[in-house]
């Protein structure tokens, strides 16, 4: 990881501009995108310190991307957005904070700096384990187990069960669950029933259980 270089991804020319100016005045050096191909790409090549993300990107959007690269480098998400929901998707997808736009490029300045000094204080800090129950899921390695048992789940069980884990108690609808777990909402509503009915299955003596809420989608909830 390169300690001082700062990935600024955004489609907007100017936000790029204003937040590279004060970063590089901070004494950060600076690497742009301006869609999630190209941000997806530097972040493997360039391995940056930080990524500074837009949620509203064409391509991979801010949450796809965080879904991806979680884990493996800080995040601080933009986000013009006043929707709770998906300030909240974006710290529990793997983003460490978020600033709303529009911003004062200090603070934002400031964010960055706090967050990379966390991640220098505590380099354990973004090792990737979901618990829940009786649940345990490994995100780096793709395990999960109940009761230290381990649990067969295919790519795509894991990832809709991750995506539930990370909203205990909250109703998501199929088309985020599309959004959140496939990266896409390409495919059916159909497939997200589906993968739920054998995750129902798989999920027994976890202490969970994944819940229908009438007309709206799916909740993961504890068993009373």
Known sequence: MNDRVVLVADDDEHTVELVSLYLRRAGHRVETAFDGEETLRKVWESRPALVVLDIMMPGPDGLQICRKI??????????????????????????????????????????????????????????????????????????????????????????????????????????????????????????????????REKLKGSGLRIETVWRTGYRLVTEA
Not at 101 to 123: S, Y
Not at 171 to 198: I, N, P
């Open 70 to 199: 979680r884990g493996r480098v800080p995040i601080l998400l933009l986000t013009a957005r006043s929707s709770d929901i998906d300030k909240i998707a974006g710290l529990r997808l793997g983003a460490d904070d978020y600033v709303t736009k529009p911003f004062n490029p200090d603070e934002l300045v400031a964010r960055v700096d706090a967050i990379l000094r966390r991640a220098h204080t505590d380099q354990q800090v973004y090792l990737g384990r979901l618990e829940l129950g009786y649940l345990v899921m490994d995100l780096d390695c793709h395990e999960t187990s109940i009761r230290g048992q381990v649990v067969p789940l295919t790519p795509k069980e894991f990832d809709l069960l991750a995506t539930f884990a990370r909203f205990p108690n909250v109703v998501l609808d199929r088309d985020r669950l599309l959004d959140l777990a496939w990266g896409t909402s390409f495919y059916a509503l159909r497939t997200v029933d589906v993968h739920v009915a054998r995750l």
